[in-house]
């Protein structure tokens, strides 16, 4: 049965399945090293030179190559651990190796912050940008603020409300963010220049405590 990468650390001596993206391949002569990379972090796995049929198809391995590994947990030889992940304590011996999909030479390398890469080149290959453990890590730190706000909010009686996001365009202070009507040729919806009129239709209506995390437009 399968395992994150992240549940190593409980499994010293054990053979485990593991699945995921081949991160970095190293080629030590008699050693291949791969960072096997999953959801939840990266593993070390280790290709042992007295399996030669294993270690040719371990060469192989490029980038972002997606694959399932069997292999036995063992700690790290002193001196090779790796601090600055949470399996760096361990490794996995490779057991049996499968190529589940391969994949082209990525056009930027994923294994850093992506900090000197253009904007443009990131948003055109977002769904690789995403992968990176930099956004990764924004991503689920987000997800856990809201899930904060939420929980505090709730525990006080609040209510999260939805309000519309588009309405009837009220041209005032700001330009429209316009959204044209397929059913109503001509005419178009826009976000609410007066959101405070739900804000109040919602306390005449006995809501007086609510809240919503609003969507951000930019136009």
Request: include cysteine; hydrophobic fraction near 40%.
């Amino acid at each position: 049965m399968r395992i994150l990468t992240k549940d190593i650390t409980n499994a010293e001596g054990k053979e485990v399945e593991l699945a995921g993206w081949v991160s970095v391949r190293r080629d030590h002569g008699k050693l291949i090293f791969i960072d096997l990379r999953d959801r939840s972090g990266i593993a070390q796995v280790v290709f042992a030179p007295n399996n030669k049929e294993l270690q040719k198809k371990a060469d192989s391995l490029r980038p972002e190559w997606v694959v399932r590994i069997h292999g036995i947990v063992q700690k790290r030889p002193k001196g090779m651990e790796n601090e600055k992940i949470l399996t760096g304590n361990y490794e996995i011996l490779a057991t049996d190796l499968e190529v589940l999909a391969e994949a082209k030479t990525p056009p930027f390398d994923l294994s850093n912050d992506g900090m000197e890469i253009g904007e443009d080149v990131r948003m055109k290959y977002r769904y690789l940008d995403l992968r990176r453990e930099r956004l990764q890590k924004n991503l689920k730190m987000r997800a856990e603020v809201i899930k904060f706000i939420r929980d505090f909010l709730s525990e006080r009686g609040f209510v999260e409300i939805e309000t519309p996001i588009l309405g009837k365009s009220t041209p005032e202070g700001a330009r429209d963010y316009l959204v044209p009507a397929r059913l109503e040729p001509g005419k178009f919806y826009a976000l609410p220049q007066s959101p405070q009129q739900y804000k109040q239709l919602l306390m005449v209506a006995g809501f007086e405590r609510y809240f919503q995390i609003a969507i951000c437009f930019r136009d």
